[in-house]
């Protein structure tokens, strides 16, 4: 079975500066695809950014970006430019290769609380 | 307009009474889930249906009975409620597994249940 793994419960950052969050996860397969969620005191879940374990290209999305180690089993999201709306709750999330039924689900790791320091 | 929606968004209700939460998506995916957020901010998978067939029933208790009347809907029914049911719940979506690289998920906002 997969496992998503998020060692920090809490991470803190000054507006404007950059803060990575780190997620590691423990797979057998070859292809997956790993996904940031962002969840705000307002609880939606909203999509920060996806990567494809097939592709080396790291994936980034305007401030966003992941640092993608696929030997080592990592996916850390770098945050450039904090801003205080990007204070919520951060979950890193594994989705296994569309082969079989079963596969769509997400496992998520345990998630990340970002503050932003004015 | 909203992709996925969810009614309620709060439940408050007692032991033993017996409720339903809706989900309606309209960006035409065939799949649909639901998850369980403890309170801990745990997220962990429930269900998932494609196009109206269960497909994933992660050893939820048999109170907890799904229902989707057709691929945009997925309502979830749970009898007997008990204080461990308090968490939030997300319906989500995402295209079929034929459709190739569709496969991320989107969620609704969310509903907060409170057995009291």
């Known amino acids: 079975a997969q496992t998503v793994t998020q060692s920090q419960p809490e991470m803190s950052v000054q507006e404007a500066e950059t803060v990575t969050l780190s997620c590691t996860y423990d797979?057998?397969?070859?292809?997956?695809?790993l996904f940031w969620y962002k969840q705000p005191p307002s609880r939606q879940m909203i999509l920060v950014i996806r990567?494809?374990?097939?592709?080396?290209q790291n994936a980034t999305e305007n401030r966003f970006s992941v640092n993608f180690q696929k030997a080592a089993k990592s996916f850390s999201l770098k945050i450039s430019d904090s801003q205080l709306g990007d204070a919520a709750m951060y979950f890193c999330?594994?989705?296994?290769?569309?082969?079989?039924?079963?596969?769509?689900?997400?496992?998520f790791g345990t998630g990340t609380r970002l503050t932003i320091i004015p | 307009d909203t992709a996925v929606s969810q009614t309620p968004k709060y439940l408050v209700t007692q032991m033993g009474n017996d409720k339903s939460i809706k989900c309606e998506q309209n960006?035409?995916?065939?799949?649909m889930y639901w998850y369980k957020q403890d309170s801990k901010k745990f997220l962990k998978i429930m269900f998932s249906?494609?196009?109206?067939?269960?497909?994933i029933n992660e050893t939820v208790p048999n109170r907890f009975s799904p229902k989707s009347p057709d691929k945009a809907h997925l309502n979830l029914h749970i009898n007997s409620l008990e204080l461990g049911d308090s968490a939030v719940y997300f319906c989500?979506?995402?295209?079929?597994?034929?459709?190739?690289?569709?496969?991320?998920?989107?969620f609704g906002p969310g509903t907060r249940l409170l057995v009291l």
């Open positions: 797979t057998s397969e070859s292809d997956y695809y």
């Open positions: 990567q494809e374990a097939y592709k080396q």
């Open positions: 989500a979506s995402s295209q079929d597994r034929a459709s190739g690289a569709k496969e991320t998920q989107y």
């Open positions: 960006l035409g995916h065939d799949t």
């Open positions: 249906y494609n196009n109206k067939e269960l497909i």
């Open positions: 999330a594994y989705r296994g290769f569309i082969s079989n039924f079963g596969n769509e689900k997400l496992t």
